[in-house]
Each structure stands twice: as C-alpha cells, then as structure tokens.
C-alpha cells in the first residue's frame, strides 16, 4: 500500500475524512481541478456536481495510472458554500464512493468557499494529489 490515512487522538472528529497521509512511492500525480461537465451537461443540483466532479476526477487518476487508493489530497472548491449544504455535499461523496473506490473516511481534504469559478453554473471543482509505485 502506497498510500496510510489516519486520524491522530486529539484532531477533530468525527470528519467525514483522515487528517493524515503517508505515502511512499517513486510518482507524484496531481489531477488539476476537475468540474461537473458531462455528456448532460452540468447537474443543476450540489450533490449531482460532487458525484460527476468525483467521477471525472477518477478519470484523470486512471489516466496517470492511479486510483482514489492513491489519493494523499482532495480540495474542494464550492461557489455559494454554507454550512448548511454540507448533507447536498457528503450525499455526492457517497453516491459515487463505492464506485470510485473512495476510502471511508476519505483522505485528507478541504473544503474551501470560493465566490465564483470559471463558469456560470458550475459550483464544484475538484483537486487530487496522488503518490502511486
């Protein structure tokens, strides 16, 4: 496993993810930000944008030879964030987790408000770093 998350005595919980990676290997792969586009075009709703961020995501890690096992980071970026959203949130982390292979809790990530991002509509965007072999 090239990958250890974890979770110190003492750090907040519970979260929904680890507050530490380890990782041991000889490739660093960053996946850039990753959006809601797909075949439909944009969900309208929080919790569909997650899910397809987190998929197209999954395609850029397969693509470098990587997988959400890999995963040292996530970010997120959110435009309109509030507290409040958080279920409409962690509802697309689960209903893409299995398929993706997303560890429970997930690696360490934030999740930063942002005012707006590169285009109307899109709410989500997603970042990944990744240690792999």
């Keep these: ?7 110190p005595a003492g750090m907040l919980a519970p979260a929904p993810y680890h ?3 380890v990782a041991t290997g000889s490739r660093f792969v960053e996946v850039a930000g990753q959006v809601a586009h ?6 309208a709703d929080l919790t569909g944008q997650v899910a397809l961020a ?7 890690l397969a693509g470098a030879g990587a997988s959400f096992a890999d995963v040292t980071r996530l970010r ?5 964030w509030s507290v409040d959203q958080m279920d409409s949130f962690m509802a697309g982390v689960l209903a893409v987790a299995g398929e ?3 560890p429970s809790p997930m690696p360490p990530a ?3 408000g942002v005012e707006i991002l590169f285009e109307p ?5 997603v970042e990944a770093s990744a240690v792999v072999g």
């Design 110 to 112: 934030s999740l930063i």
């Design 76 to 80: 997120f970026f959110v435009t309109e």
């Design 38 to 43: 797909g075949a439909d075009g944009v969900p």
């Design 121 to 125: 509509g899109v709410r989500v965007e």
């Design 100 to 102: 993706l292979g997303i």
């Design 1 to 7: 496993m090239t990958v250890q998350l974890s979770s």
């Design 54 to 60: 987190l998929r197209n995501t999954a395609v850029g």
């Design 19 to 21: 507050h530490v990676s």
